[in-house]
């Protein structure tokens, strides 16, 4: 029934400038090496196919492929690594439709558009789900920022074709606390909980983090109360913690939060009840520690580093390092060991080596951190200190065209 996933499937006849490197080129990276590939979401229209490569012990990024057939602004790429296919967002600015595109990758950093699936305009982040009892396909959950709206799909993981399911649509009698920001509901992210049961959406218009339960007969996303987040505060991404080897999914679970209208940081012990998932708060700091948030600045990612030992946070805008360098800032959640810390602690600002780092992926490559340099319209890759868990020196920088909302590892 593969015919059933087909959405509105484009001409895709291409695939342009693809200038590819021979692969002695790629063979001779050093240290570089175990990071293959990269690939960064352009709103210039693009999405790109880089690497890193070394001559003469300097280190640079090359452009394998470069694709348009994401649409006109590419937001959010998500990569299905076993299924050797990457899921690209296009916010569908100035459009009246968003849309999703999945192209099957290649080691050698060649992009096949497999479909182009339209949507409500504004998707800005996805993630996959799966229900237990459906053997056949999986399922994709994304945000949608402009439209209020978050969407469901059916998926099929191994072919990268996808069909719409659901959509939630939100309004507010009035506009929050920061009425420019927050004049609509914004569903920003979307995480999947570590049972799989559950799916959060932070929503920065509404300071709500939406919480679904997935039907496990049918994947279809149910409603569940959300959680009230501090008003004025513009929740926008989450990642949740659970100490690494566990076998249990349902203790020991905490969830981190971004608040980017308030530049805070949020912690919450998880628990699970037979109504469902609830959040209890633990913590709560500036992403700037004591100090107060340069004005302008905007956090935006949060991840776990390799370690599972330290959160990681992109502060947009704050100028830290001089400017048109902005901050990533670290704070400890846990011991070496993985035991979850009774109080987080705020470790200190790292450079970001470019302006508004809307992105950033340290799992591909568990030595080097690819920054999405979004204002500085460039893909960083600086070296990741495993000792200190922390960003560290800059290995090299690329000026793409457009600017850069994501970059992730191959
Ligand atoms: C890269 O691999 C794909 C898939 O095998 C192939 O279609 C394409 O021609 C390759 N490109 C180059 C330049 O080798
Ligand atoms: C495209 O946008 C229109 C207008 O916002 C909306 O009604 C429609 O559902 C969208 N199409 C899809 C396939 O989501
Ligand atoms: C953090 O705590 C302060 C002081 O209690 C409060 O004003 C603020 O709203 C809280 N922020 C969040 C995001 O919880
Ligand atoms: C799970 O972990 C606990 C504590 O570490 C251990 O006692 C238990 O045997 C483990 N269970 C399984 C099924 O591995
Ligand atoms: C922040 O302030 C607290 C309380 O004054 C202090 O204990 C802590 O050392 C300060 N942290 C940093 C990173 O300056």
């Not at 693009?46 to 490569?53: I, K, Q, R």
Request: glycine share 8%; hydrophobic share 35%; with cysteine.
């Amino acid at each position: 029934m593969v015919s059933d996933f087909r959405g509105e499937s484009l001409n895709m006849s291409i695939l342009i400038s693809a200038m590819y490197l021979p692969i002695c080129v790629l063979a001779g990276l050093g240290s570089v090496a175990a990071a293959s590939h990269l690939y960064a979401a352009s709103y210039g229209g693009s999405v790109y196919s880089l690497a890193p490569t070394s001559q003469h012990g300097s280190t640079e990024i090359s452009v394998l492929s470069e694709s348009r057939d994401c649409g006109n602004s590419p937001s959010w790429l998500m990569l299905d690594r076993a299924h050797e296919v990457l899921y690209c967002l296009n916010e569908g600015i100035g459009s009246s439709n968003g849309s999703i595109t999945s192209f099957k990758t290649h080691t050698n950093g060649s992009l096949a558009t497999i479909e182009r699936l339209i949507t409500p305009s504004g998707p800005v982040m996805s993630a996959i789900y799966s229900a237990p009892d459906v053997h056949t396909h999986d399922f994709l959950a994304v945000a949608h920022y402009e439209t209020s709206t978050v969407t469901t799909h059916l998926l099929d993981r191994s072919s990268g074709h996808m069909k719409y399911l659901q959509t939630f649509t939100y309004s507010m009698s009035s506009p929050g606390p920061n009425a420019a920001r927050q004049d609509a509901p914004h569903p920003h992210g979307v995480v999947v909980d570590p049972t799989g049961r559950y799916v959060l959406v932070p929503d920065l218009g509404a300071d709500l983090v939406r919480i679904f339960s997935i039907n496990p007969r049918t994947g279809r996303l149910e409603p569940k109360s959300p959680f009230v987040a501090s008003p004025g505060s513009g929740p926008r991404h989450g990642v949740f913690w659970t100490p690494k080897g566990s076998n249990s999914t349902t203790s020991n679970v905490y969830f981190y939060l971004t608040h980017e209208l308030s530049n805070e940081v949020s912690g919450f012990r998880v628990s699970y009840t037979a109504q469902g998932i609830s959040l209890h708060q633990i913590f709560n700091g500036s992403s700037f520690g004591n100090d107060t948030a340069p004005a302008g600045s905007k956090v935006a990612e949060i991840k776990l580093s390799p370690n599972n030992n330290h959160l990681v946070v992109s502060n947009r805008l704050d100028n830290t390092f001089g400017p048109k360098n902005d901050s990533i800032a670290v704070f400890s959640c846990a011991d070496a060991v993985g035991k979850h810390f009774r109080n987080v602690q705020f470790l200190g600002l790292f450079p970001a080596y470019g302006s508004s780092p809307r992105h950033f992926d340290i799992s591909g490559s568990p030595d080097m951190v690819a920054l999405a340099l979004e204002e500085s319209q460039s893909v960083g890759i600086a070296r990741w200190s495993k000792l200190g868990g922390t960003p560290a020196s800059l290995v090299a920088k690329k000026k793409l065209n457009g600017n850069i909302p994501a970059a992730i590892w191959a």
